[in-house]
């Protein structure tokens, strides 16, 4: 069973949402607000997380930062227009996607599909032709694991992070486009996926980099995309 939560401080909302998804088979959790949501959390195994931003006791950024301290599981953050820069903040913090009230039904339903199968494939997504170990320099990936070193130091990377580094480190030295980076990492055509792709490559050097401004692994080519640079 795929177990989604939803959390949002509008009931009708909440249970539009549920509607949508219980119709493609999906059990569903509710919460009210953040607090609700971190207590649901820890009795229950969620898969993905529909988080809306502003809200009362614990809004959405400061609820996704203390779900990141422990758990990589996928977080949408449901946000209205207005909140653009709390939908920036919420990708810096951790979140991995986000869809702007009011929603279109069935791209929500898409999105939320695609983020459980990327998901619940996790650990075992890696066929029989993959490398158990990709180095560069002193940054290594272990795709039987998960894990990524730096100078021997493991780094914590959600899944989506995770993947755009599988992409670029078995390409060492390939130029990947922002649209390829996000057609092979999500498996959807790329649409406006600037920000979000951005976002998380900002996130990956900022954890891999001993200085983000000046990367030694995750190069950008101006006007092209981006790359691992061969060490």
Known sequence: MKNVLIVD?????????ELYLRNEGIHIFKAYDGMQALEILVSNDIHLILMDIMMPK?????????????????????????????????????????????FNPLELVARVKSHLRRYLNWSNYNDLNDISKLKNGELELNTKTNEVFVDGDCVKLTPIEFKILKLLMTNKGQ???????????????SFNADNIVSVHIRRIREKIEINPREPRYLKVVWGVGYKIEKL
């Open 58 to 102: 614990l809004d959405g950024i400061k609820a996704t930062i203390k779900i990141r301290e422990e758990k990589q599981i996928p977080i949408i953050l449901v946000s209205a227009k207005s909140e653009d820069v709390d939908k920036i903040i919420g990708l810096n913090i951790g979140a991995d996607d986000y869809i702007t009230k009011p």
């Open 9 to 17: 401080d509008d009931v009708e909302i909440v249970d539009s949402i």
């Open 175 to 189: 130029v990947f486009s922002i649209e390829q980076i996000y057609e092979k990492v999500w498996n959807e055509n």
